[in-house]
C-alpha cells in the first residue's frame, strides 16, 4: 500500500511541476487532453490550438516498456476482442472531451478546487458501478494471447518516431501558436516526467477507475490510494503556489454544464471498466506489449480527431449540440457493447 | 485440489473469477494467472481473504500457479 501512496503523491507532484513550468492550467497529465494534441500535431484533426506531440505521452509509454522489460514483465499478447477495445477508446475519448480532461485530470482539477469536477467524478463513480453492473451480468471480457515479441515493439517505436518528429518539426508536423497546445513544459522535462512516471505507473498498476471499480466489486481499497496520492500532492502544490480556487465559474479549460459534465465522465467510466483500466492505464499497458490496449489508445487518438472535425468536443462555453448528442449515442453504444450478451439468451463468462 | 485458469484475462476478472471459487468453498485452489497486475491481484485479494498463497513459476513463460490454501 505504501508504494501505490508514494506513486500517487510523485504523479500529484510532477503533474504540479509540469504546470508550473508550462502546461496549461490543471493539465499537468491530461491523457485525454494529450491524446488529442497529438492527434492535432499530426493533422488528423484541424483545431489549430490544442496541436502538439506531447512528450509525456511518449515518456509515459517508453517509461512503462523500460520497467517492463527490467522485470519481465514485458509480455506481448492480445486478441481479447480488439475492435471493441477500438471502440471503447474512442468513446472514452468522447466522453472526456465532453467533460475536458481524463479521470487524472478530474483529480487535478478537483485539488485546484474545481467543483466542476466534482460533479465530473460523480459521473465517473456513476459510470463504473453501471460497468460493475456490466461485469457481473456476465459481459465477456475475451482472453488475450500471446503474439509475436516483434509486435509488441510497434507501440514503442511508433513514441520514438513521434519523439524524433517533435525534435525534427517537419513541416507536416502541426504546432499550435495559440491556446493549450502553445502552453508546455520544456520537451526534456516533459519527457524525463513522462518516463518517471510510466515506469512508476508500471511498477504500480495505477488506474484512476481501477480504484474505485475493486472498492465496489471486491472490497480492496489498494488502487484507491494511487487516486488519493494524486488529490492531496496537487492541493498541497496548488495551495502553497496559490493556485487554489474553490468554484464552479472561472475554471481554466472547464465548464459549468453539470449534466453534460456528469455524463461525460459517466462514458469514461463505463468505457474504463469495460475495456479493463482508465486512458493511463491503456498507456501503461500499451507499453508493457499488450496490443489490445494500443487499440484502445488508437481508439482514443480516432476519437479526438473525430470529435474535433464534428464539433463534438466542449469547450470553456459547455457542450454543443453535437456533442451532446454524441455522449448520448456512447451511451447507448457503451449499453449495447455492456449488456448485449443478455439480449442474445444466456450469458457466457468465458471464451 | 481444485484448478482454474484465467491466463489472459484483463482486470478485474482474474479477481471476479478466483472470488467465486473461494466464496463456493473449493479449496485447495490453483490458479493459473499470467505475470503483471493478475498475479499480484489475486495474491492480494487471497491474502485479504485470510488464505495462504504458495507461488510456482508455470511451465510457460509469463504464467505463475498460485495455490490458495486456508490458512
Same mark, same amino acid.
Given at each position: 500500500?505504501?508504494?501505490? +501512496?508514494i ?7 510532477? &503533474? ?6 508550462? !502546461?496549461?492550467?490543471?493539465?499537468? #497529465? ?8 497529438? $492527434? ?17 505521452i ?22 481479447? /476482442?480488439?475492435?471493441r ?14 467533460f ?15 467543483? !466542476? ?22 459481459? !465477456? ?43 508546455a ?42 487516486? +488519493?496520492?494524486? #488529490? ?5 502544490? /496548488?495551495l502553497?503556489?496559490? /493556485? #487554489? ?15 453534460? !459534465? ?12 469495460? $475495456? ?33 472535425? #464534428?464539433?463534438?468536443?466542449?469547450? &470553456? ?11 448520448v ?19 457466457s463468462?468465458?471464451? | ?40 491481484? +489475486?495474491?492480494?485479494m ?26
Amino acid at each position: 500500500m505504501i508504494l501505490i +501512496v508514494i506513486v500517487g503523491l510523485v504523479v500529484g507532484a510532477v &503533474a504540479i511541476l509540469l504546470t508550473a513550468l508550462g !502546461n496549461p492550467a490543471n493539465m499537468g #497529465f491530461c491523457i485525454a487532453c494529450f491524446l488529442r494534441d497529438i $492527434a492535432g500535431g499530426l493533422g488528423l484533426h484541424g483545431a489549430g490550438v490544442v496541436q502538439y506531440l506531447r512528450p509525456e505521452i511518449i515518456g509515459l509509454g517508453l517509461g512503462a516498456m523500460i520497467l517492463a522489460l527490467a522485470r519481465g514483465e514485458f509480455k506481448v499478447r492480445g486478441g481479447a /476482442n480488439p475492435l471493441r477495445r477500438f471502440v471503447l477508446g474512442f468513446l472514452m475519448m468522447i466522453g472526456a472531451l465532453a467533460f475536458l480532461g481524463c479521470p487524472l485530470r478530474m483529480v487535478l482539477r478537483l485539488a485546484a478546487g474545481d467543483l !466542476n469536477a466534482l460533479i465530473g467524478l460523480f459521473g465517473f463513480i456513476a459510470g463504473i458501478l453501471v460497468g460493475i453492473v456490466a461485469l457481473k451480468s456476465g459481459f !465477456n471480457p475475451g482472453r488475450s494471447v500471446p503474439q509475436p515479441k516483434a509486435t509488441g515493439y510497434v507501440y514503442p517505436v511508433i513514441l520514438v518516431g513521434l519523439l524524433a518528429a517533435l525534435l525534427l518539426k517537419p513541416d507536416f508536423i502541426r504546432f499550435s501558436e495559440s491556446g493549450p497546445g502553445s502552453m508546455a513544459a520544456p520537451i526534456l522535462v516533459a519527457l524525463a516526467a513522462g518516463l518517471v512516471v510510466g515506469a512508476l505507473a508500471q511498477r504500480s498498476r495505477l488506474c484512476m477507475a481501477g480504484g474505485i471499480r475493486d472498492t465496489f466489486l471486491i472490497k480492496d481499497p489498494h488502487l484507491l490510494w494511487g487516486f +488519493v496520492g494524486i #488529490f492531496v500532492a496537487a492541493l498541497v502544490g /496548488n495551495l502553497i503556489l496559490s /493556485n #487554489f480556487s474553490l468554484s464552479f465559474t472561472g475554471q481554466p479549460i472547464a465548464h459549468t454544464q453539470h449534466l453534460w !459534465n456528469f455524463l461525460g465522465m459517466a462514458v469514461v467510466g463505463i468505457g474504463a471498466v469495460l $475495456a479493463g483500466g482508465c486512458p493511463l492505464r491503456q498507456l501503461i499497458l500499451s507499453g508493457e506489449g499488450d496490443t489490445d490496449a494500443v487499440l484502445t489508445v488508437i481508439g482514443m487518438v480516432a476519437g479526438a480527431a473525430f470529435a474535433h472535425n #464534428f464539433g463534438l468536443a466542449a469547450s &470553456a462555453a459547455g457542450l454543443g449540440t453535437n456533442g451532446r448528442v454524441a455522449v448520448v449515442v456512447s451511451l447507448v453504444i457503451l449499453g449495447i457493447i455492456g449488456f448485449g450478451h443478455r439480449l442474445g439468451g444466456k450469458a457466457s463468462v468465458k471464451s | 485440489m481444485y484448478k482454474l485458469d484465467v491466463i489472459g484475462l484483463g482486470c478485474p476478472h482474474p479477481c471476479i473469477e478466483v472470488k467465486k471459487e473461494i466464496d463456493a468453498g473449493h479449496l485447495p485452489l490453483q490458479v493459473s494467472v499470467s505475470v503483471g497486475a493478475p498475479r499480484e491481484n +489475486v495474491t492480494r485479494m487471497a491474502k485479504s481473504s485470510g488464505l495462504n498463497v504458495c507461488e510456482k513459476p508455470g511451465t510457460e513463460e509469463g504464467v505463475y500457479i498460485l495455490e490458495l490454501t486456508k490458512a
